[in-house]
């Protein structure tokens, strides 16, 4: 019997991040960005690493997590310009029917 979640197939991705090995199931829809998310991971605590080597594994991947916690919270704060548009285009409305109550 397959394992299911949701009705989804599962798949396995097999990964390694600071010498350590890791594998994650997850929806087969979901594997590609799980394995962008970890492209990231490496990427980032390989850069720390490079760049300052005397840090113990622990301390490379608390300063990973923050790194990407940082760049997370850096996405999600920043608007697009559709966004902006649409902000602009709200106030505008407001204004228009504020003063069309006057």
Not at 27 to 50: G, M
Not at 71 to 86: C, D, K, N, V, W
Request: proline share 2%; net charge positive; charged share 25%.
């Amino acid at each position: 019997m397959e394992d299911q979640v949701s009705g989804d197939e599962l798949t396995s991705i097999t990964f390694s991040i600071m010498g350590n090995k890791f594998t994650l199931r997850c929806a087969k829809k979901q594997e590609n960005d799980l394995k962008k998310s970890i492209e990231q991971v490496q990427n980032i605590s390989a850069d720390i690493l490079r760049k300052t080597p005397n840090l113990s594994i622990t301390q490379a991947a608390i300063l990973t997590a923050i790194e990407s916690q940082n760049r997370l919270q850096s996405y999600l704060g920043a608007s697009t310009p559709f966004q902006r548009e649409a902000k602009s285009l709200i106030r505008i409305i407001k204004k228009n029917l504020n003063d069309s109550r006057d």
